[in-house]
Nanobody, 120 residues
């Protein structure tokens, strides 16, 4: 089993930057895909970015060009560098890992979230 813990959230002004970190207590080699999700007040949780074990990345259109996702399996860490932050980026950000299993099944691991507030 894997436990994920997010850190790095806080208050930042529009146009500023933050770097979020997701640290695992166990190995993340088996987590084929990891990603960041966010949930804004009154809205459903949405996908922000994903990264595979091989390093392939994908981003939501709303953050493409501003956010960068990365992972280091040896350090058991996944990060999200957020630049040019906008008020609409305000949300609780969650770390997620997916382990693919047999016959189309999978296991999901979630952190408890870290709050990012973008406001002047």
């Amino acid at each position: 089993q894997v436990q994920l813990v997010e850190s790095g959230g806080g208050l930042v002004q529009p146009g500023g930057s933050l770097r979020l970190s997701c640290t695992a207590s166990g190995s993340i080699f088996r987590l084929n895909v990891m990603g960041w999700y966010r949930q804004a007040p009154g809205k459903e949780r949405e996908l922000v970015a994903t990264i595979t074990n091989g390093g392939s990345t994908d981003y939501a259109d709303s953050v493409k060009g501003r956010f960068t996702i990365s992972r280091d399996n040896l350090k058991k860490e996944m990060c999200l560098q957020m630049n040019s932050l906008k008020p609409e980026d305000t949300a609780v950000y969650y770390c997620k890992g997916i382990r693919s299993m047999s016959w189309g099944r999978s296991e999901e691991y979630w952190g408890k979230g870290t709050l990012v507030t973008v406001s002047s």
